[in-house]
């Protein structure tokens, strides 16, 4: 059965303090024993955010394809893993919008994870003019045909994706449960066609935008939806702690 996940996604806030506020403070909630829980703070902080946490996973936002060398401004999984973080986010929205992450890089980037032993969350999801033209459904097939599906079925198993419209992503507007239920359960099958029953099974995939302790009762209903990544409303702990206990 897929882990039920939800993951906070810090982007480019806080600083070493308010981080450091904010995991203790999530630290200190009770949670759920079958939620896998996950921050990802901006990598600078990361390792002071590992070792303010308890029970909690911490992750990086982005890293490099590469091993190490002259990569300026780049951070290698190595690097990510000796200072305590055990997951990164491959192919957020605003990677591909902002730094041109394409299908092809994003894939050698899972690619070096497989590589390295690292978890990976992938993030696939359509912008709005897709959705307008109704091709929602082929746009994130490409994304993971391209990315992700290369894996081996054992590779495969266990990953977790993320579905993100672009659309939703901050803007206060979430897809309806109907809206994301139909993404996920598509995503779901083009495994079952690709792989099997069994590793379909196995994948967590979480919805992303606009993700709040509102609405995510009704998200996290879903059957194909095994929990979220959420942004804005995981930098307060009122707020992302709810989220953890909306299953
Ligand atoms: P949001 O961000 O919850 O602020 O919409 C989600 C994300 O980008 O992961």
Redesign the pocket.
Known sequence: MAKKIVAG?W?MNLNADSALTLIKGISEVSLPSDVRVIVFPSSVFIGQVVEASSGIEVGCQNFSNEDKGAFTGEISINQIKSIGANVGLIG???RRAYYKEDNALLKTKVDQAIKENFDFIFCCGEPLFIREEGKEFSFVREQLNESLFHLTSDQMKNRVI?Y?PVW????GKTASSIQAEDMHLSIRSWITEKYSAEIASSVSILY????KPSNAKELFACPNVDGG??????LDVDDFSQLIKSF
Do not use: D, Q, R, V
């Open positions: 996604n982007k957020h929205s605003e993320a993100e939703a992503i901050g803007t992303g935008g606009s993700c990544l959420i942004g804005g409303a995981a």
